[in-house]
């Protein structure tokens, strides 16, 4: 067994990678299926509301389960809990690649969301446990942090170029054998981590947390064709509020809660996580109406449409890595203001010009609504320091559901607010439009620019991204 001195030693860069590439699976998945919408709708027959699934599907178990499996991470040990979510992400993305119809893509799209879940917040836990604390570990959690943005990056571009050669079905089954290797890897290049005490599962507080959701999202994503006001739709919303409720409440009185009351005392946290809720709301929304639009409107195919969208995804990216830079400078509140600022124009600019453009355009703007990468980083930075040292890892479990949450939201109102007379048993009935949608996503990013100033410091939890 290797001592702490030598866990970054021989073998460190390899168990890095294969560390970080599990990590990058899951956000290569969660962007690169959007630009295979279109060809799953004419392979599957799938339905707008379908793709919508298709989607939120992952992001819902993601979002519900991601407190749950960082706590199994630690009672069970980081390297065996990890390699159950890639293993169960690999047979899960299989699963996808010979989906025969929509209903078995989604549920094993939520099989991925669970797989996913496990490895994120795991995969911090190996690296902090395979490389001692100081510059190795900077170095090493510094990768895993670039990881994101090159996988949010390569997602829409990969993705449609895999469609294009080989269907849709390719963007899935190429999961398979680059987790594998994950696993194999990880298997002898990383020790276990030690069982630590950590609280036992919510028995309570999880199944609510996942029933509130998935009514939540079901009622947005209904309102394309059943509009706000049908039975069903009404009926949703009220199990999503009332369910919600008992978990708020559940909350406060269950002795282990998933969710411990006292991280919301600090208005700096709950600020960071609200930002990072409509953060991904506005992001997640964008990337699947600029998909539809760019496919269904503008008949543009799948590997053009990821061309179009890599501004946005490569600025960002780019807006991620100077972002510590203008954070050490000037404190965290000027790099959120500035890139939300960056997604408010964005959107603005989409709403306004969007339905009258063609892809360049839209890529251009695009660009402008990536700038909202000079946030991503710094919110990170504000909910761990907010959190404290000793909930440090619940902190930022707590920002990744957030986030995972928006996304899911943002799917589905926002997809469904692009469609005009849309049908759901169609994909080719209607013509998506981008101006409703881009003015919710613009007043998202608008309240999370008035929740910045209101919560944020100018120079506080500076040292935090020293």
Known sequence: METGSARGGSGGGLALSAICLGFFLVLFDATAVN??????????????????????AYTVAFAALILTAGGLGDRWG??????????????????????????????????????????????????????????ARARALGIWGGV???????????????VAAL????????????????????????????????????????????????????????????????????????????????????????PEPMLPPVLFTSRAFNGATGVGLLFNFGLYGVLFCLTIFLERTLRQSAATTGVALLPLTAVITLGALVSGRVT????????????????????????????????????GFGAVLGLVGLAMPTMTGVALAA?????????????????QVGGALGVALLGSTALQRPSAHAFASSLPELRLPMILAAAGYLLAIVITVAAIGCRADRAAHA
């Open 35 to 56: 630009v295979a919408t279109g060809d799953i709708a004419t392979g599957l027959g799938a339905s707008v509301i379908a793709l919508q699934w298709v989607l939120n």
């Open 78 to 135: 980081a390297r065996r809990t990890y390699q159950a979510g890639a293993a169960l992400f690999a047979v899960a993305s299989a699963v996808c690649a010979a989906a025969p119809n929509a209903a078995v893509l989604i549920a094993a799209r939520a099989a991925q969301g669970v797989g996913a879940a496990a490895v994120v917040p795991c995969s911090l836990a190996l690296i902090a446990h395979r490389f001692p604390e100081g510059p």
């Open 148 to 162: 994101s943005g090159i996988g949010l990056t390569a997602g829409p571009v990969i993705g449609g170029w895999l």
């Open 167 to 254: 269907g849709w079905r390719a963007v899935f089954l190429v999961v398979v054998p680059v987790a594998t290797v994950s696993m194999a890897v990880i298997a002898t290049r990383v020790e276990e981590t030690s069982r630590q005490s950590a609280p036992r599962p919510d028995a309570v507080g999880q199944p609510l947390a996942v029933i509130a959701l998935v009514a939540l999202t079901a009622a947005l994503t209904m309102t394309s064709t059943q509009g706000w006001r049908t039975p069903l739709v009404l009926g949703l919303l009220g199990v999503a509020v009332v369910v919600g409720i008992a978990f708020v409440v559940s909350q406060h009185r269950v």
């Open 328 to 363: 050490n400078r000037f404190g965290p509140k000027v790099p959120m203001l500035v890139g939300l600022s960056g997604g408010l124009l964005g959107t603005c600019l989409l709403a306004v010009w969007g339905d009258r453009s063609g892809a360049p355009a839209l890529a």
């Open 387 to 403: 959190a404290g040292p000793g909930r440090a890892g619940l902190g930022a479990a707590t920002l990744n559901a957030a986030r």
